[in-house]
């Protein structure tokens, strides 16, 4: 099975502030990377796919990068509601594996 | 708009069964693959299992293989999973979500829609 490896595991940030999340597979996945972003006691919600494509209705502040084994989620001002726990999913082969989450805190 | 909505969970026991269904609306179910994800309480997500839009490709979790089936019936536009020798680490919410289609960029559409989720909760 592919591994998808999270970095950092949780985060401190303030508003405004820009985050950036890396997820590392342990082979190549090409672009089958999506990123998912779940709030407490709610429904996980796709932000990107593709590694770099934005889901329909995501605010542009969100962008993904990366090919191959390295991928990157990036916030580019954070804003309130975007204190979250955020995943990674590798989809190149199954099992589809999803990292282990970076919870985003408020500093 | 696209809606998936699980039922079906509960308390069981250990070594007890439980069946998911999943009744979705809003796009054409019998196009779409469709996957089973869990997430155990105050844990990640995992994976579960997996079905073609036919039916004819399934998937399994190693932690689920044997003891889950995955069906579908695309007459009723619903998704089930037959849940047997449940164990306690099997609790979770089990959450269906919509997977590929098919075509050259069929695997866009991965896990783009999710249901509510059902909680499930093996224990004595």
């Known amino acids: 099975d592919i591994q998808m490896t999270q970095s950092p595991s949780a985060m401190s940030a303030s508003v405004g502030d820009r985050v950036t999340i890396t997820c590392r597979a342990s082979?190549?996945?090409?672009?089958?990377l999506a990123w998912f972003q779940q709030k407490p006691g709610k429904v996980p919600k796709r932000l990107i796919y593709a590694a770099s494509s934005l889901q329909s209705g995501v605010p542009s502040r969100f962008s993904g990068s990366g090919s191959g084994t390295e991928f990157t989620l990036t916030i580019s001002s954070l804003q309130p509601e975007d204190f979250a726990t955020y995943y990674c999913?590798?989809?190149?082969?199954?099992?589809?594996?999803f990292g282990q989450g970076t919870k985003l805190e408020i500093k | 708009q696209v809606q998936l909505v699980e039922s079906g969970g509960g308390l069981v026991k250990p070594g007890g069964s439980l069946r998911l269904s999943c009744a979705a609306s809003?796009?054409?179910?019998?196009?779409?693959?469709m996957s089973w994800i869990r997430q155990a309480p105050g844990k990640g997500l995992e994976w579960v299992s997996y079905i073609s839009s036919s039916g004819s490709t399934i998937y399994y979790a190693d932690s689920v293989k044997g003891r889950f089936t995955i069906s579908r019936d695309n007459a009723k536009n619903s998704l089930y999973l037959q849940m047997n020798s449940l164990r306690a680490e099997d609790t979770a919410v089990y959450y269906c979500a919509r997977d590929q289609t098919e075509g050259a960029d069929g695997y866009n559409t991965i896990f783009d829609y999710w249901g509510q989720g059902t909680l499930v909760t093996v224990s004595s």
């Open positions: 999913l590798q989809h190149n082969s199954y099992p589809p594996t």
């Open positions: 809003g796009f054409t179910f019998s196009d779409y693959y």
């Open positions: 082979q190549g996945i090409s672009n089958y």
